[in-house]
């Protein structure tokens, strides 16, 4: 537990690096079928923002707490970018990518943490 909790610190610090923006925690601990613990989701506004943010997680990551993403989907096109963590997925998103997926819609039932946006 206390391992995870780290990972997302990590991750949060990671996107916060680049002003990742709208970031949100979902906790699925509670979710039967759950396929992680947390989602992490956030939002840059171009796509070499998307992949400024994905870089800084992976190296926050890594060098925090020594964890690589075991995969890591949608560099390239840099609209939705996810990073699995195995005890959470980050999802990095560009505006429009993110309404039209609305993760945080579909694990309502879930507990939601909303971090301000760094200046």
């Not at 601990?29 to 870089?55: H, K, L």
């Not at 990551?61 to 996810?82: D, F, H, I, M």
Request: aromatic share 6%; net charge negative; glycine share 8%.
């Amino acid at each position: 537990m206390e391992t995870t909790n780290r990972l997302v610190d990590s991750i949060t610090k990671g996107i916060q690096e680049k002003k990742g923006q709208n970031i949100t925690i979902v906790d699925l601990r509670g979710i039967d079928g759950a396929i992680t613990n947390y989602f992490v989701i956030c939002q840059g506004g171009s796509p070499s923002q998307v992949e400024a943010i994905t870089d800084s997680v992976e190296e926050t990551v890594r060098t925090e707490t020594g964890e690589k993403p075991v995969n890591v989907n949608g560099l390239g096109n840099s609209q939705w970018v996810a990073m699995d963590y195995i005890d959470a997925m980050v999802h990095v998103f560009m505006p429009e990518a993110r309404e039209f997926y609305n993760l945080e819609n579909l694990w309502e039932d879930a507990p939601m943490t909303r971090l301000p946006d760094v200046e």
